[in-house]
């Protein structure tokens, strides 16, 4: 059959969509990009805040949309909001026939088979297909069989499995790790995605082996706290000894680590990535917040003093370093003062990347018990303030980086221009960060995936513009 995939959410959840169609190519069945043209339709979802809950039930109804106009013949709806709500989905929305949560995902074969036998424009529902499983992978029955209370997700894959790659050729997420052991107040992921699991060191080598053996350039390692790594299995360590083996990869040109945490960062890490020239000088930080008081609430260790010192260490081990955050602003009981201290830290750390959330109430996490007393407009002031800061910290940035030559890797065409390129610095990774745009050579003489040589020319916003050195081999 023909299958047509929706996939939703943060990479680790495009890792998951990348096996499922992995699988079903496996299996003998064709993929496609067409959804009218699909005969199963597959959404893997996303749950993590309210905006994400809604794009991903959009995302359902708008196929489910397909299944009314008899053009498909079946609904497969899996990822997180599948995982947190899977009874309601059912009974909300009749169209779907199966749903797979974050730790079925090898169950997407026969989720898209039980499908193959009916005649027609569409299969019959089938409400008691989607199986349970328990830790040891036995299962303990149907979706109308479960207990009340089901074990957590252990699923995680292998370098055996099959993977179909989403992203442009020259780049991949790997996952090192699965689930989290973390309880921060605002976040429901240790629920969807159970406790923190890492990958052998040698099934990550052998997955980056063959990656770079298909021609990727960049490989991204990705887990919910890639510096917890190894942790789990009493292997200390275990991160800065990764980064070494896949330094010694054949083909790879950057390896770029996201999702750090700040109390799980050691110099040992840091260690690594200096010695190592693939590792990318980039350390993605999501610190939430800088005020203690706010940090308290959200059960995130370490304090404002203590981030600042780390950030002092990173920059002294890695000079040059390019640093990423992601904040939270209105969790509640967030005062003007604790914005004004987050603003003051913002702005004496120079950040180069800075993504900014508003607090979204979600049933399910310790937050949900404290009352959401930061309205709406509150919040949303207060991003735009603190990404005003941030803005003025970049320009001053870019300035300075105007007349200076790097290196940059290309990603593709422009979307704005068709004479224009777009490429990323080291310190850019894919889909989160600004771009460099590439001006004054042939699009059609540059692949994508390609490194090269160029001036730093101008900015524009977030942005950098660039043009190519003469005279290199990639043109």
């Known amino acids: 059959m023909k299958i047509g995939m929706v996939s939703l959410g943060c990479p680790k959840n495009l890792v998951d969509s990348e096996v499922m169609l992995g699988l079903a190519r496996q299996a003998g069945h064709q993929l496609t990009r067409d959804a009218a043209d699909a005969d199963v339709l597959i959404v893997n979802t996303c749950a993590f805040i309210d905006r994400a809950k809604r794009e991903s039930i959009d995302a359902i109804l708008e196929m489910a949309e397909h299944k009314k106009r008899g053009t498909c013949r079946r609904l497969v709806v899996a990822g997180c909001l599948a995982e947190r709500y899977r009874d309601e989905l059912r009974a909300e929305i009749p169209e779907i026939d199966a749903i797979i949560g974050t730790g079925e995902v090898p169950e997407i074969v026969r989720a898209i088979d039980a499908g193959s036998a009916a ?13 349970v499983l328990r830790s040891n992978g036995e299962p303990v029955g149907t979706i109308d069989q479960r207990p009340e209370t089901r074990d957590l997700p252990t699923y995680i894959y292998d370098s055996n499995t099959p993977r179909l790659l989403a992203t442009p050729r020259h780049y991949a997420y790997v996952k090192v ?60 360590g275990a991160l800065a000894r990764l980064l070494r083996d896949l330094n010694r990869v054949e083909g790879l040109e950057w390896i770029r680590m996201l999702y750090l945490y700040p109390t799980t960062i050691g110099d040992d890490v840091l260690d690594a990535i200096g010695e190592s020239e693939k590792v990318c000088k980039y350390i993605d930080l999501p610190l939430q917040h800088a005020s203690d008081a706010v940090l308290a609430r959200m059960k995130r260790p370490g304090t404002r003093a203590a981030y600042e ?13 390019a640093l990423r955050t992601t904040f939270i602003v209105g969790f509640p009981g967030e005062t003007e003062r604790d914005v004004d201290e987050l603003l003051s830290f913002v702005e004496g750390v120079g950040f180069d990347h800075v993504g900014v959330f508003t607090y979204s109430h979600e049933e399910g996490t310790s937050a ?14 207060r991003r735009d303030r603190l990404m005003r800061t941030q803005k003025r910290i970049v320009a001053r940035a870019h300035a300075a980086r105007v007349g200076t030559r ?4 290309v990603d593709g065409p422009s979307a704005e221009h068709e004479l224009v390129l777009r490429g990323r ?20 003489a540059v692949a994508a995936g390609a490194f090269l040589d160029v001036e730093i020319v101008d900015s524009r ?5 660039a043009r190519p050195l003469a005279d290199q081999s990639g043109m």
């Open 119 to 131: 005649p027609g424009s569409c299969a019959p529902r089938d409400p008691a297909y989607v199986p």
């Open 177 to 236: 790790a699965e689930g989290c052991d973390y309880t921060c107040a605002f976040c429901i992921i240790p629920q969807l995605r159970g406790r923190y699991r890492s990958r052998p060191a040698d099934s990550i080598v052998g997955e980056a082996e063959r990656l770079a053996s298909q021609g990727v350039k960049e490989l991204l390692l990705i887990s919910q706290d890639t510096t917890f790594y190894g942790i789990d299995r009493g292997e200390r």
């Open 309 to 321: 010192r780390l950030l002092d260490r990173i920059r002294t081990s890695l000079p040059g370093v």
């Open 368 to 381: 949900y018990g404290l009352a959401d007393d930061v309205p709406a407009p509150v919040k949303r002031a």
């Open 406 to 409: 790097t290196r940059i890797l």
């Open 425 to 444: 610095l080291e310190g850019q990774a894919p889909e989160i960060d600004p771009v460099v745009y590439l001006t004054g050579c042939d699009p059609a």
């Open 461 to 465: 916003a977030y942005d950098l513009v």
